[in-house]
Nanobody, 121 residues
Framework: QVQLVESGGGLVQAGGSLRLSCAAS????????MGWFRQTPGKERELVAA????????YYPDSVKGRFTISRDNAKNTVYLQMNSLKPEDTAVYYC??????????????WGQGTQVTVSS
């Protein structure tokens, strides 16, 4: 089992940048594929980035491709989401998630509590 704690959210102007961090507990962080999701009221949770537990494999939907970058530091048990060129429509609660599986899953087993990102126009 893994526990996840996000940080780094906040208020930023359109065009600005934020970096979210997600710290994971436990000794087997490298066994988990990691994902970042976002959710706004009344909408389904959206996967915005995923990174495999090994290898260069990453996923981004078109809505964030070229602006968001996911990375991980297994020595620090941390996954990051660098968000550049932010838009007001990026405003959401962002969650990190983990699943002990190969590849880039769409479904995850463990979730953080979320961090609010607000982009002002």
């Amino acid at each position: 089992q893994v526990q996840l704690v996000e940080s780094g959210g906040g208020l930023v102007q359109a065009g600005g940048s934020l970096r979210l961090s997600c710290a994971a507990s436990g000794r087997t962080f490298s066994s988990y594929a990691m994902g970042w999701f976002r959710q706004t009221p009344g909408k389904e949770r959206e996967l915005v980035a995923a990174i495999a537990r090994s290898g260069p494999f990453q996923y981004y939907p078109d809505s964030v491709k070229g602006r968001f970058t996911i990375s991980r530091d297994n020595a620090k048990n941390t996954v990051y989401l660098q968000m550049n060129s932010l838009k007001p429509e990026d405003t959401a609660v962002y969650y990190c998630a983990a699943r002990a599986v190969n590849g880039l899953p769409r479904n995850y087993d463990y979730w953080g509590q979320g961090t609010q990102v607000t982009v002002s126009s």
